[in-house]
């Protein structure tokens, strides 16, 4: 009796043993793609690669900033209480290294009449290895509701894509748009 209790408690330890031992621990070899499920909405967000760390160490610095003047004319129908807020974004991935760089900023506008208007600008500071990387900018202007916060309005515009500009640069961009 003793001898069968010892073999079924080795027993079970070793069936522990296995299942402990088969577990990856090193997630480089786990299959599929690494990210995390977002609860609020249900879509998947993918983690960004990580660079390789000698291709990243090289390249050139580029800083700088990007400055976009706005100016809308409010047609919309929007409660007195509303305020206006200007949002700038400058995105840049880089082929090399499949490093992604991504900037925002956001102000409040200034509502005149039935006119909204704002300067937003962003500094910026890149280390990318490629010459050929392009900034993606977009802008968005949204219409809040001052009692509860939540937007009733809001509108995205993309400003295309330009290459890089060099070191210390201010990059100037305006627009204007029907609110």
Known sequence: MKYRNSILVGLCLLGLSIAAWSQNVNSSLAPGIPGYLDPRNGTFKPMPRVPDQAA?????VYNGTFTLSLLAYVYSALPSTETYSCTLSASVFDVTTQAYFSETATVAATLNGFHVSCTVKIPYYWKLP???????????????????????????????SIT??????????????WF
């Not at 990243?56 to 050139?60: D, Q």
């Not at 890089?164 to 748009?177: A, I, Q």
């Open 130 to 160: 490629s010459s050929t990387d392009t900034v993606t900018l977009g802008y968005t202007l949204a219409a809040t509701n001052g009692t509860t916060g939540v937007p009733i309005r809001s509108a995205d515009h993309s400003l295309g």
């Open 56 to 60: 990243a160490s090289s390249g050139t």
């Open 164 to 177: 890089v500009p060099l070191s210390g640069t201010t990059t100037s961009l305006s627009d204007y748009l």
